[in-house]
């Protein structure tokens, strides 16, 4: 083919015929997991908009008719629909691969935030009741305006957010668990650990200087965490199966491992939140394992950063809570979670999640299937 892929090659819109060519028990686990519907649509462009359809989309024949592939947890009931024409809308604000350089408004507006509260938080910013925890390259705050009874923020020693290695990956993990032990120290019944991270304004960062937070929460964790446990408690009740080993053994089977180098089990969801979702597991960890996430998180990042051009992404690491006993039915079924997703162009006015991902399903352009070649490709091993 002229574009150099491979006709063969998978793509999210073969899903139903790859899933079909499974061996046996992948393909049951496949069907077991995933309600996948393919819908075509159509539509009937009148003459005078082709030559803006060709050049926006690259063909008029592929906006007549459009294979839509629909993909739903069946236990979690995430879903998303994938479409990928829908990255070449005009203002789509969609991630560019490989850019040149990046445009110098998004370097001022890094550069012009210098001198925030984050570039001195042993001034500017609360302590916990505890104190801070300072690590090689990050250090601790309070959150000012809470968001649980332990929410407090992880400060980057650099300013600019997109200025990432795997030590300061690896010293985050580290500082937030410490900060975890600490507030634990004080209250031993908050218990659920939540560690999110907010790059960029477009993935809902208040401030530019590089941050991620922590939370910890007494009887429940936060609330899609819960669904997931619930939902590995009923698949593991109703099929005797184990929820989490299987989603990573399909996404295996499928090709859409993304970590050939590391223990942590990385795919490529089929069911991303947003864009190029990579959901890594850690079975048989705990919360005090978190450094085992490190460097498979990093990799992720380093590849995001790099070749796919991302900017702005969220990230959020959770697991089994901090001393499971008799009355936390389910915990044990959980490994560590760690959720990748790109939030698109910083600069694009236009949002990328709308009335279909608050209330629906989440739209997603990009395809698994390459996000995890590209992963896989670009491995440092
Ligand atoms: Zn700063």
Request: glycine share 6%; proline share 6%.
């Amino acid at each position: 083919m002229d574009d150099g892929r491979d006709a063969r090659e998978a793509t999210i819109d073969r899903l139903p015929e790859l899933i079909a060519a499974l061996p046996e028990r992948e393909r049951a686990l496949a069907e077991r997991l995933f309600q996948v519907v393919v819908t075509e649509g159509e539509i009937e462009p009148p003459p005078g908009m082709e030559p803006w359809l060709e050049r926006t989309f690259g063909s008029v024949a592929a906006t007549r008719h459009q294979r839509i592939v629909r993909v739903m947890n069946r236990w979690t009931f995430e879903g998303a629909t994938f479409n990928p024409l829908r990255s070449r809308r005009p203002g789509a604000g969609t991630t560019s691969a490989t850019p040149a350089a990046d445009p110098p408004e998004l370097r001022q507006r890094i550069e012009g935030a210098r001198g925030d509260d984050f570039c001195q938080p042993e001034t500017r910013t609360p302590a916990d009741s505890f104190g801070r925890v300072r690590g090689a390259q990050t250090v601790t705050a309070a959150n000012v305006a809470k968001a649980d009874g332990w929410h407090s923020v992880a400060i980057f020693a650099r300013h600019d957010p997109l200025a990432l290695d795997e030590a300061q990956v690896s010293d985050l993990l580290t500082t937030a668990l410490e900060w975890a032990r600490q507030a634990r120290q004080s209250d031993p019944a908050a218990r659920h650990f939540f560690l999110l991270w907010n790059c960029l304004w477009r993935a809902g960062a208040s401030l530019i200087h590089g941050h991620a937070q922590m939370t910890l929460s007494h009887s429940m964790a936060h609330a899609r965490v819960e669904g997931q446990r619930a939902a590995a408690e009923r698949y593991h009740i109703e099929t005797g199966g184990d929820f989490f080993s299987d989603l990573a053994e399909v996404h295996e089977a499928l090709g859409l491992r993304t970590t050939p180098a590391h223990a942590v089990a990385g795919f490529a969801s089929l069911t991303p939140v947003k864009e190029r979702e990579v959901t890594l597991l850690a079975f048989g960890a705990q919360i005090q394992d978190l450094s085992r996430m490190a460097a498979p998180l990093w990799e992720t990042l380093r590849v995001a950063l790099g070749v796919m051009g991302v900017r702005s992404f969220n990230v959020a690491l959770y697991g089994p809570p901090f001393e499971v006993n008799e009355s936390m039915v389910g915990w044990s079924r959980v490994p560590l979670v760690a959720r990748f997703v790109d939030r698109g162009a910083p600069l694009s006015p236009t949002s990328d999640i709308a009335a279909l991902e608050l209330f629906g399903s989440s739209v997603i352009s990009s395809d698994p299937f390459d996000v995890a070649r590209t992963l896989r490709a670009n491995a440092a091993l």
